[in-house]
T-cell receptor, first 110, second 114 residues
């Protein structure tokens, strides 16, 4: 599984949109891009995933670059409950060994 | 669904003791994973089951670690002769059969080895 690169931390104001970037320059054609988040003292929680096209669900949107070497998780209106560590990971043919980096710690300011 | 359940939530043990953790996955999920997570790091893959068969095991996993999933339901992770370096959060996750079904994680067992 290829690796991803994310900023260590980001800050945002409550009720504003948040764009969390992820670089995955070694992504292969069959790798899906998955995002999870982890709130304090909890296990990770699935957020969204995509392959080529942008994706939306009730939690977030995923924008994938045309060359697929980067993606952005978009939280449209951040709340204090969105403060968490966000992980961008690639899932290929292997069975979810998944290489998890340290993720991005999102801090939401009231 | 009732979610993935892990017990105990916390375990403190002395170096050299054996410990066992339990994971109850979501009932219709046939895939089960164990991960380890240390402070400030993402989860690190340990091992993976499809039903009762253990299909993958991390090359970094010491032979003091063993996992089972009898009858393809709950799973146990045992650490023998614990060391201080084993102190970590142990996470269990399960998912459905379909290729891109997401992982559902439990809230983990925090192990402290003194």
């Amino acid at each position: 599984d290829a690796k991803t690169t994310q900023p260590n931390s980001m800050e945002s104001n409550e009720e504003e949109p948040v764009h969390l970037p992820c670089n995955h320059s070694t992504i292969s054609g069959t790798d899906y891009i998955h995002w999870y988040r982890q709130l304090p003292s909890q296990g990770p929680e699935y957020v969204i995933h995509g392959l080529t096209s942008n994706v939306n669900n009730r939690m977030a949107s995923l924008a994938i670059a045309e060359d697929r070497k980067s993606s952005t998780l978009i939280l449209h209106r951040a709340t204090l409950r969105d403060a968490a560590v966000y992980y961008c990971i690639l899932r290929g043919d292997s069975n979810y060994q998944l290489i998890w980096g340290a993720g991005t710690k999102l801090i939401i300011k009231p | 669904d009732t979610g993935v359940s892990q017990n105990p939530r916390h375990k403190i043990t002395k170096r050299g003791q054996n410990v066992t953790f339990r994971c109850d996955p979501i009932s219709e999920h046939n895939r089960l994973y164990w991960y380890r997570q240390t402070l400030g790091q993402g989860p690190e893959f340990l091992t993976y089951f499809q039903n009762e068969a253990q299909l993958e095991k991390s090359r970094l996993l010491s032979d003091r670690f063993s996992a089972e999933r009898p009858k393809g339901s709950f799973s146990t992770l045992e650490i023998q002769r614990t060391e201080q370096g084993d102190s970590a959060m142990y996470l269990c996750a399960s998912r459905r059969e379909s290729y891109n079904s997401p992982l559902h994680f439990g809230n983990g067992t925090r192990l402290t080895v003194t």
